[in-house]
DNA sequence: ATTTGTGCAAATCGTTTGCATCTGA
DNA sequence: TCAGATGCAAACGATTTGCACAAAT
């Protein structure tokens, strides 16, 4: 079930999105599109493309996920730490985290629901709220 | 009121928690504790206590306040970004992002509820929620 | 006396940038 | 043609580490 989606589907995403469809970020685009949704770093791109034998140099697999994230194809995860994750699931969800490894899973949105947010600001408005549920081994009784 | 804390009761912090009242972290430890929440970088902090008088190495900032946090003194507060940021209001709580300077406040943990948490996978369980309510300015109509 | 913490500078890690070269429209 | 992309290596900023020295129990 994973190529349903194909380079033209790719090209059309870059396309619609004002982006020039260039060898690297059609390549980098099916990557992160075809199998569905994913989280990555920078790093684990790149090394999957190099393993794919897509040739792409790091600063272009940063710049690529930065173009990608501005044009709304992706979305930075906040986790703390030092490394920059990016989804390519850009609907409104959130996430488990995995404090073993470091994984992360999508809760679709609708599974959550906030109640009683305080009021927010003066001219302020919110653009985003991130929900982070941290997940450990239930230790062993 | 900023000085109900003395340095005997970041001692008693301190010796609570195992470590050490050494020079530096009970400095520190003023620093961060005697004004209420707060929310550091090490940077910040570093910077406050040389504006202060206090000697201390940007090195000694860093170990400090991981070994704050490992014995529950602090909090780090996930924000995707470079810098790590701690928070001193160790209690169940969320915030609120201020996504044009980067400045975070404290929501009080009553103030938000989840409903209708998933399902958490087998053999896991929630160590901490976080939620961050990402803010910007409302645009001018 | 022994263990633990500290300071400094060098090392590391993730990320960004400058610039010469290439490529898609 | 030519603005926009890419690759490479050097630059960067935040954080960590190694090791000699100092302080706490």
């Given at each position: 079930?994973?190529?349903?989606?194909?380079?033209?589907?790719?090209?059309?995403?870059?396309?619609?999105?004002?982006?020039?469809?260039?060898?690297?970020?059609?390549?980098?685009?099916?990557?992160?599109?075809?199998?569905?949704?994913?989280?990555?770093?920078?790093?684990?791109?790149?090394?999957?493309?190099?393993?794919?034998?897509?040739?792409?140099?790091?600063?272009?697999?940063?710049?690529?996920?930065?173009?990608?994230?501005?044009?709304?194809?992706?979305?930075?995860?906040?986790?703390?730490?030092?490394?920059?994750?990016?989804?390519?699931?850009?609907?409104?969800?959130?996430?488990?985290y995995?404090?073993?490894?470091?994984?992360?899973?999508?809760?679709?949105?609708?599974?959550?629901?906030?109640?009683?947010?305080?009021?927010?600001?003066?001219?302020?408005?919110?653009?985003?709220?991130?929900?982070l549920?941290r997940?450990?081994?239930?230790?062993?009784?």
């Amino acid at each position: 079930m994973s190529s349903q989606i194909t380079l033209a589907d790719i090209e059309g995403k870059l396309r619609k999105a004002g982006l020039r469809p260039t060898r690297q970020r059609l390549d980098l685009g099916m990557l992160l599109f075809r199998d569905g949704d994913r989280h990555v770093t920078a790093e684990i791109l790149h090394a999957e493309a190099l393993r794919e034998g897509i040739s792409v140099s790091l600063a272009t697999v940063y710049n690529t996920l930065h173009q990608f994230t501005e044009c709304g194809l992706l979305r930075e995860v906040a986790i703390e730490g030092s490394k920059t994750y990016f989804d390519t699931n850009i609907s409104d969800h959130h996430h488990f985290y995995f404090e073993r490894d470091g994984k992360l899973i999508d809760i679709e949105g609708a599974e959550i629901a906030l109640v009683d947010l305080p009021p927010v600001p003066e001219g302020m408005e919110i653009t985003r709220v991130d929900v982070l549920i941290r997940l450990a081994d239930k230790p062993k009784l």
